[in-house]
């Protein structure tokens, strides 16, 4: 597709069940990132990607999520015993890197919204 | 620190009136971009301008332009002529020397007829 494609794009949940939520980023980008957005606020950065790499992982909240970009193209962001402050929805962009600059913008998709029961 | 702040978390004009959207941002890059970003109802993020850190000129898009001072820490917004279109909420971000993106916190702008 000509655009970033996120799946689902709805998830519910129970308490302590583990998600999986996927990015297809625009063909030829190689940086990818993700965001987390609650309600009302700006979207909050969790994780970034240059290739199959995490170049910055900070944002991160705690070791109950994980992501991975195993072939440098599609991610996936694992949250593992989920709980109900993980509900949000989850935001994933991707960019171009031009002569190994990473300046361009960020393109993002529609996001997934998760809800933890 | 890395970080944007905008002040407005809220504002309400009537169409066809100017608005200016706030935006102050902390680094101590040297090299730095920095966007704004539209989110309408919908809820995808919209790409609208992107500025690096050494040129100050400031931008007109059509009715929108953008004021970007250095010795203020500021990238400023601004609609002129305001339409409901233009209803939404707008996300001033900062992109560092690593590449991450920080955004803040947002301004819903609501244009009422």
């Known amino acids: 597709g000509a655009g970033v494609s996120q799946t689902p794009s709805n998830k519910v949940t129970e308490k302590g069940k583990y998600v999986e939520l996927r990015c297809d980023p625009i063909?030829?980008?190689?940086?990818l990132y993700w965001y987390r957005q609650s309600l009302g606020q700006g979207p909050e950065f969790l994780i970034y990607?240059?290739?199959?790499?995490?170049?910055?992982d900070s944002g991160l909240p705690n070791d109950r999520f994980f992501a991975v970009r195993p072939e440098g193209s599609v991610s996936t962001l694992k949250i593992q015993r989920t709980e109900r402050g993980d509900s949000a929805v989850y935001l994933c962009?991707?960019?171009?890197?031009?002569?190994?600059?990473?300046?361009?913008?960020?393109?993002f998709g529609e996001g997934s919204r998760l809800t933890v029961l | 620190a890395q970080k944007v702040t905008q002040a407005q978390t809220e504002i309400s004009v009537v169409e066809k009136e100017d608005v200016t959207l706030d935006c102050v941002y902390e680094?101590?890059?040297?090299?730095?971009?920095l966007f704004w970003y539209k989110q309408p109802p919908s809820g995808e993020l919209v790409f609208l301008i992107r500025?690096?850190?050494?040129?100050?000129q400031n931008e007109i898009s059509g009715r929108y332009s953008w004021n970007f001072q250095k010795s203020t820490s500021s990238f400023n917004f601004t609609i002129t002529a305001s339409q409901v279109v233009d209803s939404a909420v707008y996300f001033c971000a900062l992109k560092v020397e690593t590449g991450k993106l920080i955004f803040g916190q947002g301004t819903t702008l609501q244009v009422k007829p």
């Open positions: 680094t101590r890059d040297t090299t730095y971009y």
């Open positions: 962009a991707s960019s171009l890197i031009s002569g190994g600059s990473n300046t361009g913008e960020l393109f």
């Open positions: 990607f240059q290739g199959t790499g995490a170049a910055d």
């Open positions: 500025r690096n850190s050494f040129d100050e």
């Open positions: 063909s030829g980008h190689t940086a």
